[in-house]
T-cell receptor
Framework: LAKTTQPISMDSYEGQEVNITCSHNNIATNDYITWYQQFPSQGPRFIIQGYKTKVTNEVASLFIPADRKSSTLSLPRVSLSDTAVYYCLVGPSGGYNKLIFGAGTRLAVHP | DGGITQSPKYLFRKEGQNVTLSCEQNLNHDAMYWYRQDPGQGLRLIYYSQIVNDFQKGDIAEGYSVSREKKESFPLTVTSAQKNPTAFYLC?????????????FGPGTRLTVL
């Protein structure tokens, strides 16, 4: 299972775009990249998942370069309610996913 | 209303007692998981089950036990052998999507040993 590296914390202000980059240098060919959001005392919430290029949903965008050794979660126009911990995970396809959660990135959005 | 439910939300136990945490899902997912989260840390896998009547140890299974008698249910027992059981416990279930499995989490149970 590929290990990921993310910044420990980030700060932003309401209305700004936030980009959180995750490094996964030893990602395997069949691995997917998944991002979760977690609020205090709640379970992680699935945000977005991708394999290559760009994926967009109603919440975020995920940018994956051609070498797939990193990925960037983009949150457009953040609000105070986006203050949370964001986890980047890389996992194998074709089987049940033993997710490895690091400490994540603690995003603080300020007024 | 589909989802994953965990009960109770808060649980207190005395040292030396076993306690069972409930996890139920009505999403028709095959796989279910238990994680433990300590303050400021990521999640660590305790046990997982891919199908009924089958389960495997995760990274920190010592002091825990599980059963999977029904597809919808995956209870976790924290035994007295678990040296430091105070933590936030999360249950998840997963479904195959686009050749990978996406896990969905319950709200969690916070266990405190007094």
């Amino acid at each position: 299972l590929a290990k990921t590296t993310q910044p420990i914390s980030m700060d932003s202000y309401e209305g700004q775009e936030v980009n959180i980059t995750c490094s996964h240098n030893n990602i395997a060919t069949n691995d997917y990249i998944t991002w979760y959001q977690q609020f205090p005392s709640q379970g992680p919430r699935f945000i977005i998942q991708g394999y290559k290029t760009k994926v967009t949903n109603e919440v975020a965008s995920l940018f994956i370069p051609a070498d797939r050794k990193s990925s960037t979660l983009s949150l457009p126009r953040v609000s105070l309610s986006d203050t949370a911990v964001y986890y980047c995970l890389v996992g194998p396809s074709g089987g049940y996913n033993k997710l490895i959660f690091g400490a994540g990135t603690r995003l603080a959005v300020h007024p | 209303d589909g989802g994953i439910t965990q009960s109770p939300k808060y649980l207190f136990r005395k040292e030396g007692q076993n306690v069972t945490l409930s996890c139920e899902q009505n999403l028709n997912h095959d796989a279910m998981y238990w994680y433990r989260q300590d303050p400021g840390q990521g999640l660590r896998l305790i046990y997982y089950s891919q199908i009924v009547n089958d389960f495997q140890k995760g990274d920190i299974a010592e002091g825990y036990s599980v059963s999977r008698e029904k597809k919808e249910s995956f209870p976790l027992t924290v035994t007295s052998a678990q040296k430091n059981p105070t933590a936030f416990y999360l249950c998840a279930s997963s479904i195959r999507q686009f050749n990978t499995d996406t896990q969905y989490f319950g709200p969690g149970t916070r266990l405190t040993v007094l």
